[in-house]
């Protein structure tokens, strides 16, 4: 299921198989994901979701595919093809992966430093920038322990922006925060998807998120060891291929065992 052929793709997955060692988590899933739009990855625990996303990141060789991304495939490139394929993307890891030991301006700079030569004045004034595009204007100084989780997140898709990336993948973006915290991550994820034109890419199971901010869903399954659904979320809801897609949609509990006799 899903659709690799696109003529405004900015991503195309074609025919990826992935596992550890003999176990194949998924395999052949093709899909594409267009410039601009906000594609979210869902399904059950141990479906591959993070797996995915890892492949499609390139810290992850497949077992067999391609991912290609702005034309590229990051599976197989190397050297300065793949640091050009890199500095597209920015990533935004589960828990956040932030430098307990750095300020939030250091954090932010960490991307510049790696793969540019620019001056420290103009790292800190970009760094700076981000910053205050995830509303974080003032806590420049501040250290990952003085701040709250939801801070944090917004803190690391700033530094997943520091090199203005086409696109930005996203891990579990609201783990760990609660309903309110995680609404306005939500809209701060709208809000930026809206404002600079990137493409995200986000990995989650939170139903409010995925009604919130996806404009199109893959649906993975353990069973199927691939795509069994694709659409937006009120097509899944409203429309489901499956009984587990009804049931993850409506957040249906499967039907109780027979009592013994």
């Keep these: 299921m899903g659709d690799a052929r696109g003529g405004d793709a900015i991503i195309r997955v074609e025919d990826l198989s992935a596992g550890y060692g003999e176990r194949l988590l998924f395999e052949r899933v093709s899909f594409a994901v267009k410039r601009g739009e906000v594609f979210v990855i869902l399904g059950g625990s141990g479906s591959g979701k993070s797996t995915l996303l890892k492949h499609m990141i390139g810290l992850y060789r497949p077992a067999a595919g391609h991912v290609w991304i702005d034309g590229a495939d990051i599976a197989s490139a190397e050297g300065a093809e793949r640091l050009a ?47 205050k595009l995830v509303q974080l204007e003032g806590f420049e100084r501040f250290y990952p322990a003085e701040i709250s989780g939801g801070m944090a997140k917004r803190a690391a898709i700033a530094r997943a922006m520091a090199l203005d990336p086409a696109i930005l993948f996203l891990d579990e973006p609201s783990a760990g925060l609660d309903p309110i915290t995680s609404a306005e991550l939500d809209q701060t994820i709208l809000r930026l998807a809206r404002t600079l034109a990137v493409t995200f890419v986000v990995v989650t199971h939170e139903l409010p998120s995925i009604f919130t901010i996806a404009d199109r869903v893959i649906m993975l399954d353990q069973r199927a060891r691939g795509i069994i659904a694709s659409g937006s979320p009120a097509q899944l809801r409203d429309h489901p291929t499956s009984d587990f897609v009804r049931r993850f949609f409506r957040r249906e509990a499967d039907a109780a065992p027979a009592a013994p006799a």
């Design 85 to 131: 394929i890199l500095r597209k993307i920015g990533v935004m890891y589960q828990a956040g992966a932030l430098f307990g030991s750095m300020t939030l301006l250091e954090n932010v700079r960490l991307p510049m430093e790696e793969f540019t030569e620019l001056p420290d004045e103009a790292m800190d004034a970009i760094a700076a920038s981000k910053l």
